[in-house]
């Protein structure tokens, strides 16, 4: 067993790379159609592209396959989604996604630039249809989300963002204004997300009865399980390790970690 999960006491998790779910990746466009082949499996997973235009004063795009490639949002507008339809992104294809002929993800002779989220432990996108009344909708993350986007896609309400260093959970940005937090208990009920729901209120923007929404969630929240796999130290042994055979590591071997001192007095690094 690897040493790594002797010290967690697990088996080994599956293995997912950053490159697999994620991509930055700038292309110049050709004002017709261009497959973008950035190594993403969205036709098989789904997830959301985001595109800007670097040479034009053009919106963020954000197309997401559970809201129908053909209707994009634009983060930086309070507007409803945008029936772009192939003109925009025309396919989620195995290994990317292919453009269509709009100025705004393929102007001709263009530079643009592309963020590609796979639906993963790490990121997820879901609608949800509002009823009004204090709920929970759930999801698939795995772990605490860090960050959650809610827009409403049949109307015009801003963005609304709950972020983990927020104050608390009465607090909340809104991503397409200049403002900083507010204070509004009504939007996320002053309840954090966990690790299978998010929470909402009472809030016309973010749960009005039969209207649509849209929400992203990325990960990076602090979980609170106690098999999370970080430990904290106190001076009082804190983690003891039984000896085994695979510490004899020969002489060839990398053992990393991250650590953060709160207070450090006395040292020894062996």
Not at 16 to 31: A, K, Q, R
Request: proline share 3%; hydrophobic share 30%; net charge negative.
């Amino acid at each position: 067993m690897p040493i790594q999960q002797l010290m967690l006491g697990s088996t080994p998790p599956s293995k997912n790379y950053i490159d697999e779910v994620y991509s930055n990746y700038l292309h110049t466009g050709n004002g017709s159609s261009q497959s973008i082949t950035n190594g993403i499996d969205l036709a098989g997973k789904g997830g959301m592209v985001w595109i800007k235009n670097r040479d034009q004063n053009d919106n963020n795009w954000l197309f997401a396959n559970s809201l129908g490639i053909g209707n994009p949002m634009r983060s930086n507008s309070d507007g409803e989604k945008f029936g772009l339809g192939n003109n925009g992104i025309s396919a989620f294809n195995s290994n990317g996604f292919t453009v269509g002929s709009s100025g705004s993800v393929n102007g001709d002779g263009e530079d643009l630039v592309s963020w590609t989220f796979r639906n993963s432990k790490a990121f997820q996108c879901l609608t949800y249809v509002g009823n009004g009344s204090v709920r929970t909708i759930d999801h698939d993350l795995g772990s605490v989300p860090g960050m959650v986007i809610v827009k409403k896609t049949d109307g015009s309400d801003p963005w609304y963002v709950w972020h983990r260093d927020l104050e608390n959970a009465t607090k909340t940005l809104s991503l397409n204004t200049t403002g900083g937090q507010s204070g509004n208990a009504d939007v996320w009920n002053s309840t954090r997300p966990t690790a299978t729901n998010f929470t909402l209120g009472t809030y016309s923007h973010t749960n009005e009865n039969n209207k649509d929404y849209i929400a992203y969630l990325f990960a990076g929240g602090e979980s609170t399980a106690a098999t999370a796999k970080s430990v904290s130290f106190d001076g009082n042994d804190d983690l003891t390790i039984q000896d085994s055979t695979d510490f004899d590591l020969g002489t060839t071997f990398t053992w990393e970690f991250w650590i953060k001192m709160d207070n450090l007095q006395d040292w020894y690094v062996p």
